[in-house]
């Protein structure tokens, strides 16, 4: 009988206490449950059961009350290649408590989801330690308390390496240099003796093996034992068996078969020097990956200014709480989130945006931290700070994205948890071919051919072929202005093939402005404008504020007015009798707007809004006011053409206004005057019609939407419900962010794809040529320290080909991205 134990649950769901009773009766419906207690006031359960955890968290689910989850992400030490990361997830995920856990070779790290209150972090770390795998909780390292780490086990293995190669050249120049130059050979045979020779090499070879090669057998050897071999399993059979028969061969030659007495103590060494020096090589161009990240984190200032009495002193960011008064100086970073009090001046928000012109701020503005301030001084009041930041999100969700595991990683992980014994099996066959059809000295050929293969088929460049791309491809886009919020919209994205976008606030401003001025009967259009715009300014309609935001800052005073519902306006300004508003209001009050209709109904047909204005009952000027085209859109859905994709309007506005929007930008598909749930309707219709479809959108309205199309994009300058509903977030509110995020995401699955294709090409070809299928056609075989050469580059090529995503340019070129401009003409 199975002994019981006690475990504590974290419940979500809990509104009241008559909640208590419902959990405890569905805990107390496990069989396996001896006794439940569920305490309301923090909400948590102590269970007493015998079974398994998930049969409680099945339970609870059922019931309505889900056991809270957590995520914590875990350092992890000793991966060398990717047959370790399924060992760790299997060890991780072997807890009961374990929900999810997703390691990363090229960021040596594991995230892992677990239940609430059944484990804890330091819990997990214990499990991947018994795995043979070194953890630490990563949640308080800090991004320099990383650089350090890295910096110094690379420094640490370049010293090893440099001390492994002095000992094993004189190796390599006694046995090797007698194979190339006969008179070497004989010049060591006159002098020092082939014996002695030997002796040399054994010992030195020995010194590597027991100093800078015990990696190998400390990691390789107990991974053996435990049943689950990795990289260093290959490493230590490979070395071992070339160092215990050159061994045999100098002590005790007689006990080999006759002409079988050679030595390989070069192939032991320099296998060891070889492979540690593409781990120096891997480790310098892994650190590469992470440069995103690091100038991310590298944005935000040490200390602010902080204003204290009427003086201002330095203060450390972490000690700057909401609501503190900051000052700014010109070309200062701004420290946190803020809001500007006194000041103009233009920052610059390139790093955060990828936009390269300053934007504008005077008070009430909002400040992003780590953005660049100009050369105007600003005071401001913190609203966001630590976590809370922009900066401080952004990063989170790069490293989040950083640290996802794409579709096509589960099959690459499946293959190679599968392959390291697979190689070890190649290898057994490898000897007993050789052994039993190959010339003589069967032995030695055998032994050569077995450890080529045992050193050649490392599965490093598979394991890092995905996550080094993702690491790449990932920060690049965050310089550019493209968060992929969720990793698997990386290579969802590539797969689109249409994009349906939102209209207000997406394709347009979101705001109505007033797009020109037509006036008649001589009135003189600057005029017209500062009358109007003096009325309109008594009005809170968004198009009255179009025209006011036209007119000059000095206004007249306004008398007498009077807002005629669905109509207009009228008032008196300057003593003279203004009426502004439709075609109906002037019938109505028998001006004559003829002259004015042509270009009001060409307007119109364009999708603006046209409105009169009467100046002492003669008409004056005719408005065309529109909500314009955002600037960059016109580029950014033409480069989506050039893509091959398909675009779609999807929006709530009319038909007729939003099909000569549409008409203008070369949008191909359109539906109008739909609800949120009719853009559901819409974007499924569009997705049987056309394949994979990604929505763009910036609304609360979006947010459904967003939701449900295969990969949501949210313009980054509109709702957080819609930015937390979206799988990429566009930083700006430019939607040539859209076309950077299809770039990125193609370029990024192409650089995996051919990471991949060299990673197994490279050993679906060299491992039948290690194993010895050309000696037939002339003889050769491939060299064990060859092939440690060949095996070591091809982590570096892996690696080496993703950092080039680091060259990526955006998809359309920068321009200025300031405050729309208007054309108003007469």
């Not at 293995?157 to 130059?181: D, N």
Request: hydrophobic share 45%; aromatic share 4%; with cysteine.
């Amino acid at each position: 009988m199975a002994t019981p134990q006690t475990t504590q649950l974290k419940i979500s769901g809990m509104s009241c206490a008559s909640c208590v009773g419902r959990v405890e009766a569905a805990l107390q419906s496990v069989p396996e449950v001896t006794d439940a207690s569920v305490n309301f006031a923090t909400e948590t359960a102590q269970v007493t059961h015998t079974g398994p955890i998930n049969a409680l968290t099945d339970a609870l689910s059922n019931a309505g009350y889900p056991a809270a989850s957590k995520q914590t992400t875990l350092k992890i030490g000793g991966m060398t290649c990717a047959s370790c990361v399924a060992k760790i997830e299997n060890a991780l995920t072997a807890d009961p408590a374990v929900v999810d856990a997703q390691v990363n070779l090229a960021t040596e790290t594991a995230v892992v989801t677990f239940i609430d209150g059944a484990t804890d972090p330091q819990k997990l770390a214990s499990l991947s330690e018994a795995a043979g795998y070194p953890a630490r909780v990563a949640d308080s390292m800090t991004a320099d308390q990383t650089d350090h780490t890295k910096s110094d086990e690379a420094h640490a293995l370049t010293r090893t390496t440099i001390f492994a190669a002095v000992l094993a050249l004189p190796v390599f120049i006694l046995e090797m240099g007698g194979h190339m130059i006969p008179a070497f050979h004989h010049w060591v045979q006159a002098t020092i003796g082939t014996q002695t020779s030997h002796l040399i090499q054994f010992a030195l070879t020995s010194a590597i093996l027991i100093g800078p090669g015990r990696v190998f057998y400390a990691k390789g050897i107990p991974s053996l034992m435990r049943g689950s071999p990795d990289m260093n399993a290959l490493v230590a059979l490979g070395t071992g068996a070339a160092y215990l028969f050159s061994v045999t061969a100098t002590f005790a030659p007689q006990i080999l078969p006759q002409g079988s007495a050679n030595v390989y103590f070069e192939a032991a060494s320099v296998i060891v020097v070889l492979i540690l020096l593409g781990r120096v090589m891997e480790a310098r161009a892994k650190g590469r990956t992470g440069a995103a990240i690091r100038k991310l984190v590298g944005l935000q200032p040490k200390t602010a200014r902080v204003e204290q009495d009427g003086n201002f002193i330095d203060r450390p960011i972490a000690d700057i709480t909401v609501g503190d008064t900051l000052q700014i100086r010109p070309g200062e970073r701004v420290p946190v989130d803020a809001e500007v009090l006194d000041g103009t001046s233009y920052v610059d928000e390139s790093m955060i945006t990828g936009e390269p012109v300053p934007v504008g701020k005077s008070p009430l503005d909002q400040v992003v931290g780590g953005t660049v301030n100009g050369t105007g001084a600003l005071r401001v009041r913190a609203t966001r700070v630590g976590a809370d930041t922009v900066l401080a999100q952004v990063i989170l969700m790069v490293e989040q994205a950083q640290g996802a595991k794409l579709p096509i990683q589960g099959l690459v992980d499946r293959i190679t948890a599968r392959f390291v014994p697979v190689v070890m099996a190649v290898a057994l066959l490898t000897i007993a071919g050789w052994l039993f059809v190959g010339p003589e000295p069967a032995l030695p050929l055998a032994l050569v051919a077995s450890v080529s293969v045992l050193i050649i088929a490392c599965p490093c460049a598979m394991g890092l072929a995905t996550p080094t791309s993702i690491m790449v491809g990932t920060g690049r886009a965050a310089e550019l202005g493209v968060l992929f919020r969720k990793g698997d919209a990386l290579q969802q994205l590539q797969q689109a093939k249409v994009v349906a976008l939102d209209k207000t606030g997406t394709l347009t401003l979101g705001r109505p402005e007033l797009e020109s001025v037509t006036t008649a009967n001589g009135f003189d259009r600057d005029s017209v404008l500062r009358l109007a715009a003096a009325v309109e300014a008594r009005s809170e309609h968004p198009v009255a504020t179009a025209i006011t935001r036209a007119g000059p800052s000095e206004l007249p005073k306004v008398s007498e007015f009077e807002s005629l519902t669905g109509l207009g306006v009228r008032a008196v300004v300057e003593g003279h009798k203004l009426l502004i508003g439709s075609a109906r209001l002037m019938e109505q009050n028998d001006i004559t707007v003829t002259d004015l209709m042509a270009e009001a109904n060409q307007r119109a047909e364009e999708g603006a809004t046209p409105l009169f204005i009467a100046i002492d009952g003669q008409a004056a000027a005719m408005f065309a006011v529109a909500d314009p085209i955002k600037p960059g859109t016109v580029q950014a859905l033409g480069r989506l053409h050039e893509m091959g994709l398909t675009l779609a309007m999807v929006t709530g506005d009319n038909a007729r206004t939003a099909q000569a929007l549409a008409d203008k930008l070369g949008i191909d598909h359109v539906t109008a005057e739909v609800l949120p749930d009719g853009k559901l309707a819409a974007i499924n219709a569009l997705r049987d019609t056309f394949g994979a479809l990604a929505f763009v959108g910036d609304g609360i309205n979006d947010a459904p939407a967003l939701a449900s199309a295969d990969i949501g994009v949210a313009i980054g300058t509109g709702t957080d419900v819609a930015i937390e509903t979206a799988d990429v977030v566009l930083m700006s509110g430019d939607l040539r962010g859209v076309a950077n995020a299809v770039e990125i995401s193609r370029r990024t699955m192409r650089n995996i794809k051919q990471n991949l294709g060299w990673a197994f090409g490279y050993n679906i070809l060299l491992i039948p040529v290690a194993a010895g299928v050309l000696y037939p056609f002339g003889g050769h075989l491939l060299s064990p320290a060859l092939a440690a050469g060949a095996m070591a580059l091809s982590s570096v090529f892996v690696v080496s080909n993703a950092l080039r995503l680091r060259r990526v340019r955006a998809s359309l070129p920068d321009t200025p991205q300031g405050h729309s401009t208007q054309t108003v003409t007469s």
